[in-house]
């Protein structure tokens, strides 16, 4: 059928297609198919038990009142849980700087309808989050992409396009990173670059989103503080995004936004228009998850699950991938991030891989404008041990025919 | 502290303050205070006992599944038991047609985001939702506002208006309305109109968004068709907004958007950007609630109770209520519009309705830019018995003063 309604829709809409990103995954739903494309977290970490416990005291304890419309902020007792946990934590707050927002999703969502008018720049990875790209893509923003290197962002590629872009009268409008176990290339920003960059977001007169959904899931190492932390409380400028979906499970939809006072009141006036308040059911189950002291200490089984899946991973890669392949040993989070040796291209082996039995994100799905034709991200937290083994093996197989077929072309 | 960040603002946030509207309602919040002024459903209507029971079982039954993410346009049994349902009252729909939503707030802004650029016109009752209103401002749409009578949207008055802007060239982006028991006025357009309504959007080449929150809530009279049975399946125009938060509970934010499937696949690539997927512990247990019969057997527990609200509040309005005052008399939903002789103002009265304990919400508060100075929204679903025979002798008594005022004055 012929489009009817193509003069009614907005302009961020007319460019609204389904991605070719998405139509690759599609294929990879096949059930003999292993994929590494997800980035779900395992089903084996949801503390189901405790879930059922909490649900059923919630409706026993709070009845009705569970069920009811909500404020647009969120349940206060779950924000003083979030606070509390976040204080211990190092990302110092009060529960009314805290909004509940229905995912961290909807979080970027919300600062992209405050703050950005169509053409408006952003600072992001290159690459980065791609649910990050399309929410900002969605309000019409343009990016200022900054390469990544082993240690996350560029800060010194950062400030010169900062100084350049003053120079030229411009200002982003906000700068927005994953410095823990990026998405997607597992890199962790150190503390002297974090230091630096809420330096320059504080000289550039902006702000920075500091997304942290994996910062909890470290296997190795001693964990950094965010960059939230050095922040200047008498002129914060750090918004910080966390989230439950990778620290207790993703169905509840619960997150959060901490931010400056007056930018949590556009928040929640601009939450308002948008779905009223978030589910108030399971923000009821999580108050009572955080505050009963569950959170910390199922964080210890989710780092045993996901640091042995890692752990198989980095040896399946050592063990089948070729000679001049390039991966991350991330000391968290749930992704690899694989280079593949000059003029080998990872969208044009995509087919070749489905028919082998295997899938991963094109690695061109994670950049602003273009990059990553010879990158691909995979994840080891959703597939069980056997299948990293034996889906890497295929994996393997199929880049040492590409690396192979170029070299012959 | 002064703002910092107003150059760092979106033009669509710069709008967004507090309204008077909210500050208004935050007066009402004391205890002592009979509160005709909220939306809520009332919490004797929710079946908690049922809501115990399914939720036990999804966790028995689904297990991680119902805890995991979900995909953006919903979970399939779940759309598949709405399909049926509303099949059944005379929507038709495929399962295909159906999204998904956190609450038909959360419709109204996708909707807005796929059809709104700014400056874009609406059309909507005057007045009508405040919400919807909020949704459209949100995205800097302006406003083609027809006037209502008893019998809901004057569609020959929408029609010289589409004439008019043909004649000059514009097109409204959408057709806003409530056609049943409407929210703040309680009016229900006749099926003649419901008609004519359709073959405008038709014969204007626009599409119409039907919002049919209180439609199953009637408490006597026949059931009216929704517009969207009389659409054209070879062309639909019809976007049908449905919700459970007032025939289950609000605190599962579920509802639905039904649509062509063109708008459909816009919506649900704008939902992705928006929030990956809404709540699926709550989809698991609505699937289950609807699929198990429990919501048509529910209703009648629901119009039992809010009949029998609707009927104290008129007949208490009949008995306080002094002379010259008007009110609605509808037929379902959950509100009565009631408006005061000329001279008198609902935002000046305000102060003193609180001060005797009772408040409403102001008239003005419905209307696109100006209008409903003398009206006043009330809700029954809400309060108590006692609360609305008390409540409304106490509201009669402020009006009554306010009359004799502007009459002295």
Chains 1, 2 share one sequence.
């Not at 395992?42 to 919630?58: C, S, W, Y």
């Amino acid at each position: 059928m012929k489009p009817v309604f193509d003069d009614l829709y907005s302009d961020r809409a007319s460019g609204m297609r389904a991605s070719e990103i998405r139509e690759l995954l599609k294929l990879t739903q096949r059930p003999d198919i292993i994929s590494f494309a997800g980035g779900l977290p395992n089903p084996l970490a949801f503390p189901l038990g405790i879930i059922k416990e909490l649900t059923q005291k919630v409706l026993d304890r709070y009845g009705e009142k569970a069920l009811q419309y909500g404020t647009t902020e969120g349940l206060t007792s779950l924000r003083e849980a979030f606070a509390e946990n976040y204080n211990a934590h190092d990302i110092p707050c009060t529960p009314d700087e805290i909004t509940i927002v229905g995912g961290s999703q909807q979080g970027l969502d919300l600062l992209s309808k405050i703050f950005l008018n169509p053409g408006d720049e952003v600072v992001v990875g290159d690459p980065t989050y791609l649910g990050g790209l399309a929410a900002f893509r969605a309000f019409q923003a343009r990016f200022v992409a900054v390469p990544l290197d082993n240690d996350g962002m560029r800060v010194d590629l950062l400030e010169e396009r900062l100084e350049k872009m003053r120079r030229e009268g411009r200002k982003p409008k906000m700068v927005y990173v994953i410095p823990t176990f990026q998405n997607p290339t597992g890199t962790t920003l150190p503390t002297d670059r974090r230091k630096r960059l809420i330096d320059l977001v504080h000289e550039y007169d902006t702000v920075l989103v500091e997304d942290n959904p994996y910062g909890r899931l470290r296997y190795e190492g001693e964990p950094l503080k965010p960059i939230k932390y050095y922040d200047d409380p008498d002129d914060p400028r750090v918004i910080y995004l966390g989230t439950l979906s990778k620290t207790l499970v993703p169905g509840f939809r619960i997150a959060t936004v901490v931010a400056p006072p007056e930018i949590t009141r556009k928040l929640v006036i601009a939450k308002q228009s948008t779905d009223l308040c978030s589910t108030t059911f399971t923000q009821y189950i999580a108050a009572e998850y955080i505050s009963g002291g569950y959170l910390d200490a199922h964080m210890r089984k989710i780092k045993t699950l996901y640091g042995g899946k890692r752990n198989i991973m980095l040896k399946a890669m050592d063990e089948f991938m070729p000679d001049g392949v390039e991966w991350t040993r991330p000391e968290g989070g749930m992704f690899l991030w694989t280079t593949l040796p000059e003029g080998c291209n990872t969208v044009e082996m995509f087919p070749k891989a489905v028919e082998n039995k295997v899938a991963y994100v094109v690695g061109k799905a994670f950049y602003a404008y273009e990059g990553g034709e010879r990158s691909m991200r995979i994840n080891f937290s959703y597939p069980t041990d056997e299948q990293i083994m034996v889906g890497i093996e295929r994996l393997a197989k199929v880049i040492e025919e590409e690396i192979k077929d170029k070299k012959a072309g």
